[in-house]
């Protein structure tokens, strides 16, 4: 946590809010609740309570944004080689005209009413009924 610039958790108590028992959780790792700072990150990635609205906590989501930018950045077919030569002139139209949302949808047609007047994939669904109703 400290190398990540985020406060250290000074009892292990302070970790986990949603195990009965959250020193049992560290213990059953090795881990004895005090040394928290000590204790991997995954592991303290799935203790660290997740902000609303999250799918998993805020350190977890700093760690997935760092390494998802730097491992675009060193991909050569998202860089040097982003180029007609390589993908075809028809696989460079390919990749204009599509996107997520196009190949979630082509794959997976039923999630059409969760996805209706988005334009972007990642960005929150409408919810939706369960598959065949309206």
Request: aromatic share 10%; net charge positive; charged share 20%.
């Amino acid at each position: 946590r400290r190398i990540l610039d985020r406060h250290t958790v000074r009892v292990g108590l302070d970790l986990q809010h949603e195990v009965e028992s959250p020193r049992a959780c560290l213990e059953g790792l090795g881990h004895r609740a005090l040394e928290v700072v000590l204790s991997r990150s995954r592991v303290g990635m799935y203790a660290e309570q997740r902000p609303a609205g999250f799918a998993f906590s805020d350190t977890a989501f700093r760690i997935f944004v760092l390494m998802a930018s730097r491992r675009l950045n060193s991909d050569r077919f998202f860089t040097i080689d982003f180029t007609p030569e390589v993908y075809t002139p028809a696989g460079m139209d390919w990749l204009k005209a599509n996107s997520m949302l196009t190949v979630l949808l082509r794959h997976f047609p039923d999630l059409a009413p969760a996805m209706r007047g988005l334009d972007n994939a990642f960005a929150p669904w409408q919810a939706a009924g369960p598959a065949g109703s309206a």
